[in-house]
């Protein structure tokens, strides 16, 4: 009975063990992998067509889901906050809250969940094939290193990429809540634009959240090229990174998202 | 796809990203709005800001001239210093009155300007001395119940019956609504 229990606590024990160490060894491995990606950054940049070509794909081939999905966004923002502060009187504010909103926290995070399970599993899902194929072991033995070749022009298309569809994504999300709020529920589009232009300071409110979208640029290719590096080279292996890289790059934008909100407005008003 | 293809429409994405982020700095935020021109500083004290901030709005006339930039203590007189930041556009006589103002019951509070007569203006590094503080409105309730509760008992003394003591509150209701209405 005694060595039951033991046996048993004993087993728990070493799985808990086991998930801190191997979840220490991840971190340092990811850790090292960013170093190798930064420190061969320089290589990779020297033939920037390929970091072009990355920014085509995350960036360029993302446009559509992001402008569409700001556009709705600030649509349904501008219809849900017309109706809250339609009661105190304030629907003259919408302006304010739809591009606050938008500008702060909504841009910047929803284009980076699109983003992140757009381009990140396409991104994971490439490398990991080229893993499976043997790609990158035939580029070491070319004496080609695949961290300059293949990943470092993900990682950087991905960051540059970023910043500019949050952008993209704010700036439509607000046209999008000036179609609702001034063409459609009739409210004056002087009051909109300029309650908006009185409202939102360049300082800290459009540069925060174009901080954010680069944290989050970055922590998403760089959790989508681990993952793809990583990857067991099988098509189940390939399979579940994929789905590894979208989950724990939504986790991190959203947890990111919340850190930097509470050092960004902690003192600002 | 080829790279001068592929070079295209990244120079485009890019392109219209930035104008995106132009959009958003200057439509929507104010960037350049009271940042272009320098303007002036002056300062003036007042006895209790309430709840002013930093970049509020200094208004005269309704119309905004200029921001809060700095709000400190002067450790002498325990004033509250606030240096605003006017659009030179504007000028103003040095006998202007600032007051601090509350737009609507629960709206933001700003700096209103109400310029006299002077023929020589406010310059860069000046002080209006003519101010009036923010109106607290938990030392007006104290004050009125304080007032309210000096007249019971001065009542009480002197005609010494109960009746008129239920009929306080009606009359206090009524000072509320005249006060309210001020």
């Given at each position: 009975m005694s060595a039951?229990?033991?046996?048993?606590?004993?087993?728990?024990?070493?799985?808990?063990?086991g998930g801190v160490t191997g979840a220490i060894g991840q971190l340092g491995y990811s850790t090292r992998f960013l170093l190798a990606v930064l420190w061969q950054t320089p290589a990779a940049f020297r033939r920037i067509h390929l970091t072009l070509r990355e920014v085509y794909f995350a960036g360029v081939l993302s446009l559509v889901i992001i402008l569409m999905s700001g556009l709705f966004v600030g649509m349904v923002l501008s219809l849900q906050g017309y109706e809250t502060l339609k009661r105190y009187g304030a629907d003259e504010q919408l302006g304010i809250l739809v591009a606050l909103a938008l500008?702060?926290?909504?841009?910047?995070?929803?284009?980076?969940?699109?983003?992140?399970?757009?381009?990140?599993?396409?991104?994971?899902?490439?490398?990991g094939l080229m893993k499976t194929t043997e790609q990158l072991a035939a580029m070491e033995m070319m004496a080609v290193n695949p961290i300059a070749r293949v990943v470092a022009p993900r990682f950087w298309g991905g960051v540059i990429s970023m910043p500019l569809l949050a952008a993209l994504f704010s700036a439509f999300g607000i046209f999008g809540g000036y179609v609702v709020g001034v063409r459609l529920i009739g409210i004056d589009a002087g009051a909109?634009?300029?309650?908006?232009?009185?409202?939102?300071?360049?300082?800290?409110?459009?540069?925060?959240?174009?901080?954010?979208?680069?944290?989050?640029?970055?922590?998403?290719?760089?959790?989508?090229?681990?993952?793809?590096?990583?990857?067991?080279?099988?098509?189940?292996?390939?399979?579940?990174?994929?789905?590894?890289?979208?989950?724990?790059?939504?986790?991190?934008?959203?947890?990111?998202?919340?850190?930097?909100?509470?050092?960004?407005?902690?003192?600002?008003? | 796809m080829n790279r001068s293809t592929i070079d295209l429409w990244v120079g485009i994405?890019?392109?219209?990203?930035?104008?995106?982020?132009?959009?958003?700095?200057?439509?929507?935020?104010?960037?350049?709005?009271?940042?272009r021109s320098p303007g002036y500083r002056i300062e003036a004290s007042f006895e209790n800001i309430g709840g002013l901030k930093l970049r509020a709005a200094v208004k005269a006339a309704g119309v905004v001239v200029g921001r809060v930039e700095r709000v400190r203590l002067d450790p002498k007189t325990y004033d509250a210093v606030v240096t605003?930041?006017?659009?030179?556009?504007?000028?103003?006589?040095?006998?202007?009155?600032?007051?601090?103002?509350?737009?609507?019951?629960?709206?933001?509070?700003?700096?209103g300007l109400d310029a006299g007569g002077d023929p020589e203006m406010l310059?860069?590094?000046?002080?209006?001395?003519?101010?009036?503080?923010?109106?607290?409105?938990?030392?007006l309730i104290s004050q009125f119940l304080f007032e309210k509760a000096s007249e019971g008992s001065s009542k009480d003394q002197g005609a010494a019956q109960p009746a008129p003591a239920a009929r306080a509150p009606e009359g206090a209701k009524a000072k509320a609504t005249e006060g309210a209405k001020k």
């Open positions: 039951d229990v033991a046996g048993a606590l004993s087993y728990w024990l070493r799985r808990l063990g500008v702060r926290e909504l841009g910047p995070v929803i284009a980076g969940l699109l983003f992140a399970s757009r381009a990140g599993s396409a991104i994971t899902a490439e490398i909109y634009w300029g309650q908006m232009h009185a409202g939102v300071d360049f300082w800290p409110d459009v540069t925060n959240g174009i901080i954010k979208s680069f944290v989050f640029g970055a922590a998403v290719s760089l959790i989508a090229v681990f993952e793809g590096f990583d990857a067991k080279p099988t098509a189940e292996g390939v399979a579940s990174a994929t789905t590894r890289t979208v989950v724990i790059s939504s986790l991190a934008i959203l947890a990111l998202d919340f850190v930097m909100t509470v050092f960004m407005f902690r003192g600002a008003r | 994405f890019v392109a219209i990203g930035f104008g995106a982020i132009l959009f958003l700095a200057l439509k929507v935020g104010n960037l350049l709005t009271l940042d605003m930041r006017m659009d030179s556009e504007y000028q103003f006589s040095k006998d202007t009155i600032a007051a601090i103002n509350t737009s609507g019951l629960l709206g933001e509070v700003y700096i310059k860069d590094g000046d002080r209006i001395t003519k101010t009036q503080s923010a109106v607290v409105i938990e030392k």
